[in-house]
């Protein structure tokens, strides 16, 4: 299987997908269906810019070391891509880089040292500082928990190096960025496609 990264989309410096500043990377290439994914475009491992070299995407985001705090990785599904992220992780973390990362697995499924993609994603968990986890249940959707888009996912303080925000993040709402650039429009950072919607019928008008 090829080490090498498709990424569906990048932002260098955003404010809604972590704490802080931080280089967003959506991996293209997802396992899961969820009803309701805000991010459908990104599911099928076909798409994407492909071929990025983990050496490449780390020298990328190190570009912007200071301006962000980190790097967030979502999708897709980041642990289908788990040695090359995790090698970008372990490149970005030398420089004082945080990684914060997205997946529709549950902590639990990633610490089965049974299943044969263990290794693999062990090499990102444990580069991890911040995981969101568990697949989207559009039934248990809910807005009043930062970076949480369904009841059942959970934020897990893998490091010390958030424990600071453990005890405040739950109550913070989620946010949104919306940026208009060389006639395209973009929002990321809120996890719920109607929400998108109507945010763009505002903008119509
Ligand atoms: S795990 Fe995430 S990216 Fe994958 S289908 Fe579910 S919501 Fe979409």
């Not at 969820?34 to 050496?55: E, H, K, R, V």
């Amino acid at each position: 299987m090829s080490h090498n990264l498709s990424i569906a989309a990048k932002i260098p410096v955003t404010e809604a997908e972590g704490p802080g500043k931080r280089f967003a990377v959506w991996v293209q290439g997802c396992p899961f269906r969820c009803p309701g994914c805000c991010n459908p475009q990104y599911l099928d491992f076909t798409g994407g810019t492909s071929n990025i070299s983990p050496a490449q995407l780390a020298g990328e985001i190190v570009e912007y070391q200071n301006e962000i705090e980190g790097v967030t990785f979502i999708g897709g599904e980041p642990f289908s891509k788990a040695a090359a992220l995790g090698e970008v992780a372990g490149l970005i973390r030398e420089k004082g880089l945080s990684v914060m990362v997205f997946t529709g697995y549950t902590l639990g499924e990633l610490s089965d040292s049974a299943d044969p993609a263990y290794p693999a994603r062990s090499a990102l968990l444990s580069n991890t500082d911040l995981l969101v986890d568990g697949r989207y249940q559009r039934e248990n959707h809910i807005t009043n928990r930062r970076w949480i888009g369904s009841s059942n996912q959970e934020v897990h303080f893998l490091t010390d190096r958030y424990i600071d925000l453990k005890d405040q993040w739950p109550a913070e709402a989620n946010t949104i960025e919306i940026r208009y650039k060389d006639g395209q429009l973009t929002i990321n950072g809120f996890p719920d496609p109607d929400i998108t919607k109507k945010s763009l019928k505002l903008l119509k008008k």
